[in-house]
């Protein structure tokens, strides 16, 4: 539960971002993982259309923003 709780103090500007433990490490501090395929846009909107494909909701950046407001 505690890392529920770190990440619910995120704010917006870490959005996009991937969160875990250390490299080689299962427990811990979280640290934003820097792995070139986790930056690479293409990437993030493949997963993105997967998503959506499989849930079928398209939820956009600025609905998720009105929803938090």
Known sequence: AR????????????????FASAQ???SGP????RHPHLLDGANQEAA????VN???VNWSY????????
């Not at 890392?3 to 991937?18: I, P």
């Not at 993105?48 to 998503?51: D, H, L, P, R, S």
């Not at 600025?62 to 407001?69: D, G, Q």
């Open 30 to 33: 979280i640290e934003a993982q």
């Open 3 to 18: 890392r529920y709780l770190q990440a619910s103090e995120f704010g917006t500007d870490v959005s996009g971002q991937f």
């Open 24 to 26: 080689g490490k299962f």
């Open 62 to 69: 600025t609905e998720s923003l009105r929803a938090v407001s």
């Open 54 to 56: 499989v849930s079928g």
């Open 48 to 51: 993105w259309q997967a998503v």
